[in-house]
């Protein structure tokens, strides 16, 4: 078993190695040359990323079979590093936590890869592209997998840098490189929070061991579990985009499209979330912990909700949405509902996946993100419109479809805390419960915007309406499948079946979101149904001018410390160098008046010098 979850991970590191080193070598031996249109099958590079991937999603499909049909945790070290402190311990432990998590991310990522093919077809840095996106997923898996904190911090570490490049792909465009930067910087900050948590933790439980630090969570002293719990929320908000470092993800989707499905779907904001269901005793055993991951759940959620609700860009309001769904899984996880939370993580893996990739459809035969550039595309993209369709029905939480049954048992999650107690109670539970059923119900509303402005009315643009590459196509219709049916598996386990009263609200309030947007949209199928927030518009398409803020109190007060550094090394550091460096110059000048180089000088002086010392010796002798 951990052998299967050992190469699971080292496959597609073993592909990006390949696809680095001999990418574009095996194109020219296939018959092709970096950067020429050439059929996926002669595609050397493709041909390195897919088969790996393929073999993985075997491999962690065995797994999570395996550990179905016997339920239990396997474990195993590789090597134990004697730090002379607390040891570091290379190995993997595989649960059922693990094994669907991982199934998850492998699944998305051969989507991601297979449909790149197409998508990023003639792109000349495609060799370099598919082996990030191989190092991503085997960064996740690393972190999926791995059974001691500072190994799953070694992997959290490598998809910050893999997110930077892949984002920054197209590097020419100021946009992406931007983006890609701020990312890179905003995950850092979180993370220097995380590592010390991570530090915390295992110093204080004398182990990095997962298991054993779960163990050891109720008997740990209440500062430090608290301590570490609340620094480890840190990189969670950074890495799963929670509020107050949420701002990267919109920005991000600058970045080609299949990047932001890998993203949001199975690999980095996923690990957030996936990180406190692995260590859930420790949150547990800090009920401050939950109590401020609930609040920044709520303001996450809702937020967000109404942010992705005034959008004008497809993938702004796919980006605004993943930050939304993130925050019910931590709110799930805040009321003690671990199993409800990691059923949302899958569900949503799967039609965040969807999503993406046929909003990358639509955009390629559109070649525009806007979503008043789309209209009328169901007609000429019919396989693009059922499965987007899909997506987002089960984004909203359309009975029967997968997001239907992981959000329902949030809910229910919350409603008992709310009622009955959990780890959070009184305030925050209903807090988190309201939170919820309010971003229900905008989320319906948008996604129901999203879905008329993309496929109803009239036409807007001038290109041609139709189906992109079938590699494309076929990737999305695969992918509606999953995102249809996920939910039917949460039915064996008593705690993700729909409950009666939770449903029937959420399926009220869904009705209540979508009909709100559906008849604004009815008055005139040419506007644009958020015109109804009026002057709330603005604000909500900016966020809330969180971005504005952070510039205004970070961005120019350190900008503008920069300048004086830079004018007081120019006027006093650089002027104290350049001014010892010309008195220097000045002396040497001179000194070096006797060393002219003229021989007759040299002679005078000499016999100066004679006559002188001569002199000298007769008058005082």
Request: charged share 10%; aromatic share 8%; proline share 5%.
């Amino acid at each position: 078993m951990i052998v299967l979850a050992s190469l699971t991970a080292l496959l597609p590191f073993l592909a990006a190695f390949g696809g680095m080193l001999f990418g574009p070598s095996l194109t020219r031996a296939l018959g092709g040359r970096p950067g020429d249109p050439v059929p996926p099958r002669r595609n050397g590079p493709a041909l390195i990323a897919c088969a790996p991937m393929a073999v993985a999603l075997v491999l962690s499909a065995v797994v999570a079979y395996t550990v179905w049909r016997a339920p239990g945790e396997r474990t195993g070290a590789l090597a134990v590093i004697d730090t002379g402190g607390v040891p570091i311990r290379i190995g993997l432990q595989v649960d059922g936590l693990s094994a669907v998590v991982a199934l998850m991310v492998c699944c998305v990522a051969l989507a991601v890869q297979a449909y790149s093919v197409a998508y990023l077809d003639g792109d000349r840095r495609y060799s370099s592209y598919a082996a990030f996106v191989s190092l991503f997923t085997a960064a996740m898996l690393l972190v999926v997998y791995s059974g001691d904190l500072l190994i799953l911090y070694a992997g959290w570490e490598v998809m910050g840098i893999c997110s930077y490049f892949l984002i920054g792909h197209h590097w020419e465009d100021r946009a992406n490189s931007r983006a890609a930067v701020k990312a890179f910087l905003v995950t850092r900050l979180g993370d220097v929070g995380f590592l010390i948590g991570v530090l915390v933790l295992g110093t204080g439980a004398g182990t990095f061991e997962i298991r054993e630090i779960a163990a050891a969570a109720p008997d740990l002293p209440g500062t430090t579990v608290t301590a570490a719990a609340l620094l480890l929320l840190a990189g969670v908000a950074g890495k799963s985009a929670q509020f107050p470092l949420h701002t990267w993800l919109p920005d991000a989707m600058a970045g080609p499209t299949p990047i932001s499905a890998l993203i949001h779907a199975a690999t980095m904001v996923a690990a957030g979330i996936y990180v406190i269901a692995r260590v859930f005793a420790v949150f547990e055993a800090a009920p401050a912990a939950p109590a401020v991951l609930g609040i920044v759940a709520v303001i996450s959620m809702v937020g967000a909700a109404c942010a992705a609700l005034a959008q004008d860009d497809l993938k702004r309001v796919l980006a605004y949405s993943t930050i939304s769904q993130l925050a019910v899984m931590a709110a799930g996880l805040a009321v003690g509902g671990r199993s409800a939370a990691v059923f949302h993580l899958l569900t949503h893996g799967a039609f965040k996946a969807l999503l993406f990739l046929a909003a990358g459809c639509v955009i390629v035969v559109a070649g525009s993100n806007m979503l008043a550039h789309y209209g009328g595309l169901r007609h000429g993209m019919p396989v693009t419109f059922w499965s987007m369709t899909i997506g987002l029905a089960a984004l909203a939480g359309v009975p029967p479809l997968s997001g239907w049954f992981s959000k329902d048992s949030v809910i229910e999650a919350a409603q008992h805390a709310a009622l009955h107690g959990g780890v959070v109670a009184g305030a925050v539970a209903w807090l988190v419960y309201l939170g919820l059923l309010a971003t229900v119900a905008l989320t319906a509303a948008y996604a129901t915007r999203t879905w008329l402005m993309t496929f109803f009315g009239e036409q807007r643009g001038t290109y041609e309406v139709r189906e992109p590459s079938k590699l494309m196509t076929w990737t999305v219709a695969a992918l509606a499948v999953p995102a249809a049916i996920l939910g039917f598996f949460g039915l064996g386990a008593a705690e993700l079946r729909p409950h009666a009263g939770s449903a029937l609200l959420s399926v009220v309030l869904l009705a209540m979101g979508g009909g709100a947007a559906f008849l604004l949209w009815n008055r005139d199928p040419a506007l644009d149904p958020a015109r109804a927030l009026g002057r709330a518009r603005p604000v909500f398409a900016r966020a809330f001018y969180v971005d504005e803020v952070y510039d205004a109190a970070i961005v120019r007060p350190v900008r503008a410390l920069a300048r004086h550094v830079v004018t007081f090394d120019q006027s006093r550091v650089d002027a104290a160098v350049v001014g010892t460096g010309r008195a220097a110059g000045r002396l040497g000048e001179r000194l070096r008046i006797p060393q002219n180089g003229n021989a007759q000088s040299y002679l005078t002086g000499l016999i100066a010098g004679v006559v002188v010392i001569v002199a000298g010796v007769v008058i005082l002798l």
